[in-house]
């Protein structure tokens, strides 16, 4: 399977926890999102890498959120001190690069449960 | 702020009905996309239109771009029930790089 993969699918976890999400794109992509989707609502933008260097940073995103992609390929994303608003499906995407973004290949997500 | 807003939010419609959906943002876009996101599942991608005026066909699909880039249509053709699902429209706003800003969705049920 060379698409979009995330672990893990499924973390509950109490308010106040750390949770650390991974995100492996398709190999040859060099850009890499980061999405936040809550049921009904579109994915909202997190963060954006270009290989290893993270180039866009979403103003809604707290201190509490933290993203790497230290050697280009995989990346983390972790939440400090987990909130119960943090509930979400959290979507990681990768693409082609280029001028404009090009079509983005959505993994299956992770859907964070805080309670 | 910058938004992108779809109409309709919910559309049912019988099986080989026409449906619509419009996308409207508040500034203009440097290009649009297309997703489709199935119950359950994540979007995957449709289409991208980049010109403006840009009129393409998938099919039974047909997606327009505004002339001023700022709107744009998809519109599904006798519909079927693997039609079922949310359909957003996606794009970054001119010198908004990388940062793709997705609509509110249209949530399409088909009825048999």
């Known amino acids: 399977d060379t698409g979009v993969s995330q672990d893990p699918r499924h973390k509950i976890t109490k308010r106040g926890q750390n949770v650390t999400f991974r995100c492996d794109p398709i190999?040859?992509?060099?850009?890499l999102y980061w999405y936040r989707q809550t049921l009904g609502q579109g994915p909202e933008f997190l963060t954006y890498?270009?290989?290893?260097?993270?180039?866009?940073k979403s103003r809604l995103l707290s201190d509490r959120f933290s993203a790497e992609r230290p050697k280009g390929s995989f990346s983390t994303l972790e939440i400090q001190r987990t909130e119960q608003g943090d509930s979400a499906m959290y979507l990681c995407a990768s693409s082609p690069d280029g001028f404009l973004p090009y079509e983005q290949y959505f993994g299956p997500g992770t859907r964070l449960t805080v309670t | 702020g910058q938004q992108v807003m779809q109409i309709p939010q919910y559309q049912h419609v019988q099986e080989g009905e026409d449906f619509t959906t419009y996308c409207n943002s508040s500034t203009t876009l440097s290009n649009i996309q297309w997703y489709k996101q199935r119950p359950g599942g994540h979007p995957v991608f449709l289409i991208q239109l980049v010109k403006s005026g840009e009129v393409k066909k998938q099919k039974r699909l047909t997606f327009q771009f505004g002339e001023a880039k700022k709107n744009s249509s998809l519109h599904i053709t006798a519909t079927q029930t693997t039609d079922v699902g949310t359909y957003f429209c996606a794009g970054p706003f001119s010198g908004g790089y990388q940062k793709v800003t997705f609509g509110t969705g249209t949530k399409l049920q088909v009825i048999p």
């Open positions: 890498f270009q290989n290893e260097a993270q180039l866009e």
């Open positions: 190999s040859e992509h060099n850009r």
